[in-house]
């Protein structure tokens, strides 16, 4: 795993903006995986602009998001949908038929689920993944216990989750119990992964993920396992890895033509 420790959140969102900008310059009908949170705000806001200042163009891209709160539709202001349409799709020119969000309200969770891996693979596979991490070292909305193994399909928060994740509902009490999201077998099969953390509350998840056991108790340790993940923190998230000075060392000589 590559782990670069930015100054600060916006140092390091900027670095992640560029390599998805990259592989969208590169390959412009790239599949992205794509996460929501705060922690990929200011990534987004840094690609919106190089769609309006540079004319970043996201007319052939195919996206992913990898969950969605059962029983919220589209239209509730705390969805991923409304998440993902307010800070992302609306201020770039995705086509609403390639963006791909699990579908909060489904009849039949276990065969849209079987559906939304087929679809994935219809794609040609995703090329980027985009993770945050949850305080319990969850991606997605894989807690931990996830099947390291698991595919797309229904999970229970915990109550950390919960109470992580009540801002955007008022309160803990009226976060649904559960969700919609893919597997860390679906996120593990990306061809490249790029985690991003922020601040001291994720420095216990980063350093179990980075530097701990490959355990399902912290599903990103799992990505210690992917071929080709880029951990990009600010120096709140890295305070509990206990390699950092190595860390810096490889990013101060990485090759010209490596860096970003
Ligand atoms: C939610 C999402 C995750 C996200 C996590 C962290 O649980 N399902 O994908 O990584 O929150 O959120 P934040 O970035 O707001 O800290």
Do not use: C, M, W
């Given at each position: 795993m590559e782990i670069i420790i930015q100054p600060n959140a916006e140092e390091a969102s900027m670095i992640a903006a560029r390599h998805v900008a990259r592989l969208v310059r590169d390959k412009p009908n790239a599949v992205l995986g794509l996460a929501t949170g705060s922690t990929p705000l200011m990534m987004y806001r840094e690609l919106v602009r190089m769609h309006k200042e540079?004319?970043?163009?996201?007319?052939?891209?195919?996206?992913?998001?990898?969950?969605?709160?059962?029983?919220?539709?589209?239209?509730h202001p705390a969805s991923y949908h409304a998440f993902m349409w307010d800070n992302f799709f609306s201020h770039i020119n995705v086509k609403r038929e390639r963006v791909h969000i699990p579908d909060g309200l489904s009849s039949h969770v276990p065969a849209f689920c079987r559906k939304y891996e087929e679809t994935i693979v219809a794609a040609g596979g995703i090329d980027l993944q985009?993770?945050?991490?949850?305080?319990?070292?969850?991606?997605?909305?894989?807690?931990?216990?996830?099947?390291?193994?698991?595919?797309?399909?229904?999970?229970?928060?915990?109550?950390?989750?919960?109470?992580?994740?009540?801002?955007?509902?008022?309160?803990?009490e009226k976060v649904p119990f559960h969700v919609i999201t893919m597997g860390v077998g679906t996120i593990m099969d990306t061809r490249h992964v790029i985690i991003l953390a922020f601040g001291e509350k994720k420095a216990e998840a980063i350093a179990g993920a980075v530097e701990g056991a490959i355990t399902a108790m912290n599903p990103a340790s799992i990505l210690q396992m992917h071929p080709v993940a880029t951990c990009i923190i600010d120096e709140g998230a890295a305070t509990k890895l206990k390699r950092t000075e190595y860390y810096r060392w490889v990013y101060d000589r990485k090759p010209e033509w490596q860096k970003l």
């Open positions: 540079q004319g970043l163009d996201f007319s052939e891209v195919t996206t992913f998001n990898l969950d969605e709160y059962v029983g919220l539709s589209p239209e985009v993770l945050g991490i949850g305080s319990d070292g969850h991606i997605g909305f894989n807690e931990p216990s996830s099947s390291l193994a698991s595919r797309t399909r229904i999970k229970t928060l915990t109550a950390q989750t919960r109470e992580d994740n009540a801002k955007a509902f008022g309160s803990a």
